[in-house]
């Protein structure tokens, strides 16, 4: 090992003397034969262990594929901008001396000219110093993601050490210099995607999100305007009437879904039917006269948790494949019982409407008497006749009474 190293210090070396004697010679001709000399005469010993030996005619393993970041998919100089920060602050440095001596000796145009060139030399080297700083945080910001496809903003700059602010600039001009050519924001600027497949899925999760919003917003829209229509149609109700009507709703739905399950063809479809309809007309008399909720209620409490339980009872016994005589009397019972609840809640529904009729009874009886009063009526003309003669009658007695007392009036005056 120690004559492999003073090997390495003797090449170096010549191959330094022979670089030295063509500068000073101004004679490069040789130089590479006289390297490659050099190179060649140099050697080092292959160490081979056992298990390389006995592995002779197996093939070299591969060479283990280096994995690149999402992030680092492009490859930056390190030294990017430094070149540029080179050249310009070369420039920079050569017209600054001119530009003072200008400035001392009064010349305003050799000033003004040397000002801008010194200027504009500064510019350069500045642009190039972000270019150099930008390609070191772009590694950096690499080493930190590593995987990652997507990251946040925030994370990254409390992984760095940096302010949010600063690491979100710092990507916005990676991504105008090309540094990452497939990286995009959100909509916030608070994530940002550096693969296709990120975007993608953001879009796709976007869409989603932006359908939600949509159907929350269509939700809370229709809420409100049930909201009125509930406000309208319980106007003047109380709280306890509001909530009874409420019931009586899920009821009505409760047997509609019930007889949606039942075929139309049978009996007891067709009774469901007539119960929804004579709910429906109770709940609307109601509406206009809560005072008959409470007699609804009671009824409501009493039927329905039994009429629920039947028809579900209903709804088993009809899924069954095989019809036995126990099935077949049960669902008889029950169709009976349903006829029994209809008629209970057909004579609620009539006597709601029993105080109209009286209402309607009164004001036709005394319509006919009015009618009958002015004779616009048979029996009314009738009664106008009768009237008439006994009116006359009563007339004609007393023109004759007077007729009389003025005959004994006319005679009491005249002389004896």
Known sequence: MQNDIQDFLKAG?????????????????????????????????????????????????????????????????????VPQMTISGAVGAFFLLPLLGAILSGSIAGSITLGVIVAASAFFFTQGKKKF????????????????????????????????KSVLKD????????????????NTETVCMVTDRAYEQYLGAESDRIAREQKAEEDKKAAIAAERARNAEYKNLSDKEIQILEEGKEYIVFVRQIND??????????KLYRLEEIMNRIFAQVKKDPSSADELHKLMNYYLPTTKKLLNAYVELDKQ?????????????????MDTINMAFESLLDSLFQDMAWDISSDISVMKTMMAQDGLTVEGQGITAQTGAVAQSVVGQAAAQSLEFGGQAQAQTQPK
């Open 133 to 164: 700083d930008l390609s070191k945080k772009y590694y950096q910001y690499g080493s930190v993601l590593k995987q990652a496809e997507f990251f946040n903003i925030s994370d990254l700059a409390k992984a760095t050490m940096g302010s949010d």
């Open 13 to 81: 070396n010549e191959i330094l003397n022979s670089v030295s004697s063509a500068i000073d010679r101004n004679d490069y001709s040789t130089l590479h034969s006289d390297v490659a000399r050099v190179v060649k005469s140099v050697s080092v010993d292959r160490k081979v262990n056992y298990s390389s030996q006995m592995r002779q005619g197996a093939q070299a393993p591969q060479q283990q594929r280096t994995v690149v970041f999402p992030f680092l998919q492009k490859n930056i100089s390190k030294f990017l901008g």
């Open 171 to 186: 990507i916005k001009n990676m991504i105008k210099l090309g540094f990452l050519p497939r990286a995009r924001f959100d």
């Open 261 to 270: 399950v039942i075929p139309d063809t049978e009996e007891m479809s067709n």
């Open 321 to 337: 494949p095989e019809v036995g005589e126990n099935i077949t009397q049960t669902k008889k019972e029950i169709d009976d019982a």
